[in-house]
C-alpha cells in the first residue's frame, strides 16, 4: 500500500509560478512511475506529467509542455512538479498518482495510488 501526500498549493497569479510536491508516506517511490493529473470543476480527470522510476524519462501533457517541470529527488522520496508561467486554464485540483507499471503511462486508470490532491488557482 502506497499513501501519497500532495502539498503546495495555493492562489497565484496568471504568469506566476508554483511547486507542488508528492511525498509517499513510510516509503520512497522506488520502482514506481509517478504522475501527476489535474481536475477542474465539471471536467474530467487529465495527465499533466509523470516521471519514471529511474527519474530519466519523462512526458508531459502538450498543454503544460515547456511551462511545467517534473522531478524526483535522488533517495525517491518525493516528486515535485515545477510549474511556471500559469495560466487561468491551469487552475483545478492537482493529484499525484503512482504505479508500478502503468500502460499506457498517461492514462489516469492504470494508476493504483493517489494523494488526496491540492487545489491550484489561477487568478487574472
Known amino acids: 500500500q502506497v499513501q501519497l501526500v500532495e502539498s503546495g498549493g495555493g492562489l497565484v497569479q496568471a504568469g506566476g509560478s508554483l511547486r507542488l510536491s508528492c511525498a509517499a508516506s513510510g516509503r520512497t517511490f522506488r520502482g514506481y512511475d509517478v504522475g501527476w493529473f489535474r481536475q477542474a470543476p465539471g471536467k474530467e480527470r487529465e495527465f499533466v506529467a509523470v516521471i519514471r522510476w529511474s527519474g530519466y524519462d519523462t512526458l508531459y501533457a502538450d498543454s503544460v509542455k515547456g511551462r511545467f517541470t517534473i522531478s524526483r529527488d535522488n533517495a525517491k522520496i518525493t516528486v515535485s512538479l515545477q510549474m511556471n508561467s500559469l495560466k487561468l486554464e ?3 485540483v492537482y493529484y499525484c498518482a503512482a504505479d508500478r507499471n502503468p ?3 498517461n492514462e489516469a486508470r ?3 495510488y493517489w494523494g488526496q490532491g491540492t487545489q491550484v488557482t489561477v487568478s487574472s
Do not use: K, L, R, V
Open 110 to 112: 492504470e494508476y493504483d
Open 90 to 92: 491551469d487552475t483545478a
Open 103 to 105: 500502460n499506457p503511462i
